[in-house]
T-cell receptor, first 112, second 116 residues
Framework: GESVGLHLPTLSVQEGDNSIINCAYSNSASDYFIWYKQESGKGPQFIIDIRSNMDKRQGQRVTVLLNKTVKHLSLQIAATQPGDSAVYFCAENIGGYQKVTFGIGTKLQVIP | GAVVSQHPSWVICKSGTSVKIECRSLDFQATTMFWYRQFPKQSLMLMATSNEGSKATYEQGVEKDKFLINHASLTLSTLTVTSAHPEDSSFYIC????????????FGPGTRLLVL
């Protein structure tokens, strides 16, 4: 079946550098995408979302890029901090339907 | 705003017993609640979707008689793991959404279940 997947299971970055976490999705009908951060032993925390009519959205230190042509989603974190260490999941939603499909997850390790 | 709590945060039980996990939306009315299961180093897998006052919709492969879900009010949903076995040990996470923003799910902190 169609699913959301990630290219890199683990990403290590130096503190202060920028991080880029990638996600590939295969369901062309998906029109809403969300990035979540999950710290160890906790529930997912909403970071940023984007709709399919946009290709870029910026938040505080985070930017999400959407490339519908190649069905690719990325999360960019500027000036990565130790507190950014967590597992990041992309998720997709179709047409306002409430069910959300989660990707595999990427573990971000920030090296002090 | 949009805080979701779960209770208990962790539970250890003997094989064969039943365990109830509560999910509450503290500052909003949750028209829909979701229950997920997450095994170590894996993603969240949706178990079921429940709308207030109606029966839950279970995902394929999830036993509805084993994982009983009740969504009796707009602020509370419960998941009961009946006759728990060691393979049911997992991290159970609920989320909730409201009418205003049905696409947005607010997640609880999770409940870690260990079945001995």
């Amino acid at each position: 079946g169609e699913s959301v997947g990630l290219h890199l299971p683990t990403l290590s970055v130096q503190e202060g550098d920028n991080s880029i976490i990638n996600c590939a999705y295969s369901n062309s009908a998906s029109d809403y995408f969300i990035w979540y951060k999950q710290e160890s032993g906790k529930g997912p925390q909403f970071i940023i979302d984007i709709r399919s009519n946009m290709d870029k959205r910026q938040g505080q230190r985070v930017t999400v890029l959407l490339n519908k042509t190649v069905k690719h989603l990325s999360l960019q974190i500027a000036a990565t901090q130790p507190g950014d260490s967590a597992v990041y999941f992309c998720a997709e939603n179709i047409g306002g339907y409430q069910k959300v499909t989660f990707g595999i997850g990427t573990k971000l390790q920030v090296i002090p | 705003g949009a805080v979701v709590s779960q209770h208990p945060s962790w539970v250890i039980c003997k094989s064969g017993t039943s365990v109830k996990i509560e999910c509450r939306s503290l500052d909003f009315q949750a028209t829909t609640m979701f229950w997920y299961r997450q095994f170590p180093k894996q993603s969240l897998m949706l178990m079921a979707t429940s709308n207030e006052g109606s029966k839950a919709t279970y995902e394929q492969g999830v036993e509805k008689d084993k994982f009983l879900i009740n969504h009796a009010s707009l602020t509370l949903s419960t998941l009961t793991v009946t006759s728990a076995h060691p393979e049911d040990s997992s991290f159970y996470i609920c989320s909730a959404s409201n009418r205003r923003s049905q696409e947005t799910q607010y997640f609880g902190p999770g409940t870690r279940l260990l079945v001995l």
